[in-house]
């Protein structure tokens, strides 16, 4: 069990610009989410996948971004015109199948100048 | 929909005291709840977890049960120490909403020990 891996760590980019971020999931678990977490907040959610199928996506998941997870295994976050408020903390985390706790990772801190 | 409600923080303990951190919850079902803590700089893991009511969670000397009548899950340890400074976040997972399980969380509670 190597853990949920987020890459990259940090991410500093100005504003307009277009992010990507990766998460691996640990290798048996069907189940990947990605959060959202601002200062001083809790996570929120933002989109599910189960296997390759995205299942749910959160109203706070606007048209600027896109998930995928191809294959069924990793997954990418994908941020087109950065702004100002998509500053934050993204977390993605993935689970075996059933309501099995969810497993996260250390998360990727988005920067926007 | 969901919400769960913590404890407004920051909690300032000295080692060895007595912690309580109150959680509060509003569900469409029966929901499963959770305690996560995260360490600066690092993610969120799970503490324990509760899945029906009068179930008590526990783990590493933390505490907590699931009280279906006051819709609360307390978290509790009798005596803290330095290394248990971190942010705690209460959360739930409720199947009612779908079998995607996605997780709830309050706003999390700054707890910092002083030696």
């Known amino acids: 069990d190597t853990g949920v891996s987020q890459n990259p760590r940090h991410k500093i980019t100005k504003r307009g610009q277009n992010v990507t971020f990766r998460c691996d999931p640990i290798?048996?678990?069907?189940?990947l989410y990605w959060y959202r977490q601002t200062l001083g907040q809790g996570p929120e959610f933002l989109t599910y996948?189960?296997?390759?199928?995205?299942?749910?996506k959160s109203r706070l998941l606007s048209d600027r971004f896109s998930a995928e997870r191809p294959k069924g295994s990793f997954s990418t976050l994908e941020i087109q015109r950065t702004e100002q408020g998509d500053s934050a903390m993204y977390l993605c985390?993935?689970?075996?199948?059933?309501?099995?706790?969810?497993?996260f990772g250390d998360g990727t801190r988005l920067s926007i100048l | 929909g969901d919400s769960v409600t913590q404890m407004e923080g920051p909690v300032t303990l000295s080692e060895e005291a007595f912690l309580t951190i109150n959680c509060t919850y509003t569900?469409?079902?029966?929901?499963?709840l959770f305690w996560y803590v995260q360490y600066p700089g690092e993610g969120l893991q799970l503490l324990l977890k509760?899945?029906?009511?009068?179930d008590k969670g526990s783990n590493k000397g933390f505490e907590a049960t699931y009280r279906k009548e006051t819709t609360s899950f307390h978290l509790e340890k009798g005596s803290v120490q330095v290394s248990d400074s971190a942010v705690y976040f209460c959360?739930?997972?409720?199947?009612?909403?779908?079998?995607?399980?996605?997780?709830?969380f309050g706003k999390g509670t700054l707890l910092t020990v002083n030696p």
């Open positions: 996948f189960q296997n390759e199928a995205q299942l749910e």
């Open positions: 290798s048996e678990h069907n189940r």
């Open positions: 569900a469409t079902g029966y929901p499963s």
């Open positions: 959360a739930l997972s409720d199947p009612s909403g779908g079998s995607n399980y996605k997780l709830t």
């Open positions: 985390a993935s689970s075996p199948p059933m309501n099995q706790p969810q497993h």
């Open positions: 509760a899945t029906k009511a009068d």
